[in-house]
Structure formats: structure tokens, C-alpha cells
């Protein structure tokens, strides 16, 4: 999902949105390929934007959202969006514009006032978990989808029926250490082999999404790990 370096909260005129980075977005890429995620070839329809809010059967109030830490440029614009980008917004808070797949979107439209987000780096050499944010606007029209200089522009999205959304984030803290991705799919084949919260994480099994729930289980594990030492 595409992603483009993220605009500060309540720049985008309010009428009317897996890029790599948030404020703007950036395209959603893979963590180790790291290739830009293809739009769903299904037809968006009303059902689509009833986005399920569930990782597996559990309710999802939690999310792992990616953004690119490293410079990238998509049509001149350079794409890059870290957490530290998004500490140094005003009020820390900044829209998470730019996401081009349709199941990222839906996610986007699920999330509610205050659940929190992992903040992952992703696209970079070492892609991983760098903090938390939380949600503190809800699912509105992403402006970028209109702006024809804007490498998410799309030309078939109208303004009175805008096919992409987007959310404003605030910066909560740094996790107390990076979580690397490596550490975490070690964790994933282990809970794979012998059970564990993170056997199905969507990090693992739908890792081409730049927005992913999770479920309670999963984010109290992947906190856990900050105040442990990498294994």
C-alpha cells in the first residue's frame, strides 16, 4: 500500500481519504521484498466498506500500520515517513493518507477514536516495529487521491463518491527497543510449530498489507517483547 511522506492533521481540506508513509502515506510494501502492493482486483462495493474489523474471529482494536523510515522518491516526491517524522508534526499528529488496496482501506475505515497502532518501518534495511500511535480522527476522504502532482492521484476516484480513505495518528511513544521483524518471525515459526499468539499474525500471513489488525493476544505479546532482551 502506497504511502507518501504524511501531512500534518487538518492539512487536507476536509471535503472529501498502503503507501509507503504516513502523513502522507507510503505504499505498502512487503517487509522483505518490500514490493509496492497491487490494488485488489475485486469491485469495490458498499459491503467492502463495511470493513471487517476481525483478525481471524476476535475483534480487532488494535493495528500495525507500516511507513517507509528511508528517503524513496515516487514522481519526484520523496515518500519517506519514520516515527520520528511523525514526533515532529504539530501536536505529533499527522493523516495517513496515500493506501491504494482496497482490504488496507477497509481496515483504515474500521478503526475508532483512540485504538492504538504499532508504528512498523517498513522498505528499509531493517524493517520493524519503532512505536505507538493512536487513532484520533476516524476514517475520512483521502485528499491525495485528488491531487494530480501526487504520486497516489487516481484519476477514476471522484469526489462525491472518493474511493480512498485515510485517518489522522498520534504519536504515543517508542517502544522501550526496536522490534525487528527478524525477532518477531522467530516467534511466528515458534508459535506456528507449538501454538501461540503470534501463529496467524497478519504480519506473516497477509504481509503484503500495509494497515493489518490484530488481536488483543498478538499486541500484548509483540509489547511484551520490549522489555526483553532480543533472543
Known amino acids: 500500500m502506497p504511502r507518501q511522506r504524511k501531512r500534518v492533521s487538518g492539512c487536507a481540506p476536509e471535503p472529501e481519504m498502503e503507501a509507503p508513509s504516513g502523513k502522507r502515506t507510503k505504499a505498502t510494501k512487503t517487509e522483505t521484498l518490500d514490493k509496492p502492493v497491487v490494488e485488489e482486483k475485486t469491485a469495490d462495493s458498499p459491503k467492502k466498506d463495511q470493513a471487517s474489523k476481525h483478525c481471524g474471529n476476535e475483534p480487532s482494536a488494535y493495528w500495525l500500520m507500516k511507513s517507509e523510515p528511508e528517503s524513496r522518491l515516487e514522481k519526484g516526491i520523496d515518500v519517506k515517513f519514520g516515527i520520528e517524522d511523525l514526533k515532529a508534526q504539530p501536536k505529533q499528529t499527522a493523516c495517513w493518507d496515500g493506501v491504494r488496496n482496497y482490504q488496507a482501506r477497509n481496515f483504515l475505515r474500521a478503526m475508532k477514536l483512540g485504538e492504538e497502532a504499532f508504528f512498523y518501518h517498513s522498505n528499509c534495511k531493517e524493517p520493524g516495529i519503532a512505536g505507538l500511535m493512536k487513532i484520533v480522527k476516524e476514517a475520512y476522504p483521502d485528499h491525495t487521491q485528488f491531487e494530480k502532482d501526487s504520486p497516489h492521484y487516481d484519476p477514476s476516484s471522484k469526489k462525491d463518491n472518493p474511493k480512498w480513505s485515510m485517518v489522522d495518528v498520534q504519536f504515543i511513544r517508542m517502544t522501550k527497543r526496536f522490534i525487528p521483524l527478524a525477532e518477531l518471525k522467530v516467534h511466528h515459526q515458534a ?35 520490549e522489555d526483553k532482551k532480543p533472543s
Open 191 to 225: 508459535h506456528k510449530a507449538n501454538g501461540g499468539p503470534l501463529q496467524n499474525m497478519a504480519l506473516f500471513t497477509r504481509q503484503r498489507l500495509s494497515v493489518q489488525p490484530l488481536t488483543q493476544g498478538e499486541f500484548d505479546f509483540v509489547l511484551s517483547l
